[in-house]
């Protein structure tokens, strides 16, 4: 199996490497549109901020690209509020592939987020609602590892939530585009399970 993960100079690409390995695949690390188009599972990690991560996108003409993309496209963390319509984060426009919008944690609109929680939302905790077959296997309640300042709203395309002051989307499906908003490869044997099951798609 042919596993492109995209590379725009993001963060945390090599834990998903090690990770992808650990299941037995050997991804290739590109910008290349032909070897992207041609692999048969594509993913797109990252740690990063929105605005200047767009930046390097449209560089690349990746922006172009990643939208109209035909197989399966796991979107990781920054990949996953990239995917969105709009970033509060640099006030950007973003590839719309999900009509969703980002949003930073203790916003003026987040009446709902109690003042004592610390921001970023860092480290392990609870998705609950889980939908389609990302969540094969995966338990309900099962903890994730997040690592975010910004958040994506609720929406039709919601897959699971998770509760930090308020309910977010921690992942969503559109067509052939998955996005989860935790770290599967830092989030242990049920962020494998995931891997596995976007492999197996």
């Not at 919008?101 to 987040?110: A, G, H, L, Y």
């Not at 009446?111 to 609870?126: A, D, F, Y």
């Not at 395309?157 to 509760?163: K, M, V």
Request: proline share 3%; aromatic share 10%; glycine share 6%.
């Amino acid at each position: 199996m042919k596993v492109a993960i995209i590379e725009y100079n993001a963060g945390n690409v090599q834990s998903v490497i090690f990770a992808l390995e650990r299941l037995g695949i050997n991804p290739v690390l590109t910008d290349d549109h032909n070897v992207i188009s041609g692999a048969d599972k594509v993913v797109f990690p990252g740690v990063g901020e929105a605005s200047s991560t767009m930046k390097r996108l449209k560089e690349r003409k990746l922006d172009e690209l990643i939208p109209n993309l035909k197989q399966p496209v796991l979107g990781i963390c920054i990949g996953m509020q990239l995917m969105c319509k709009h970033s509060e984060e640099g006030n950007v426009d973003c590839l719309g592939i999900f009509d969703a919008n980002v949003r930073k944690f203790k916003s003026p609109n987040d009446i709902e987020i109690n003042s004592t929680l610390k921001v970023p939302h860092m480290g392990w905790n609870n998705i609950d609602n889980l939908k389609g077959k990302l969540y094969k296997d995966v338990e309900v309640g099962a903890d994730m590892y997040f690592v975010h300042s910004y958040f994506v709203e609720t929406n039709p395309f919601q897959t699971s939530s998770c509760h930090y002051g308020l309910y977010f989307c921690a992942s969503m499906q559109k067509d052939n585009f998955y996005a989860v908003q935790y770290h599967t490869e830092k989030s242990s044997k049920q962020g494998s399970q995931l891997l596995q099951n976007f492999l197996e798609l």
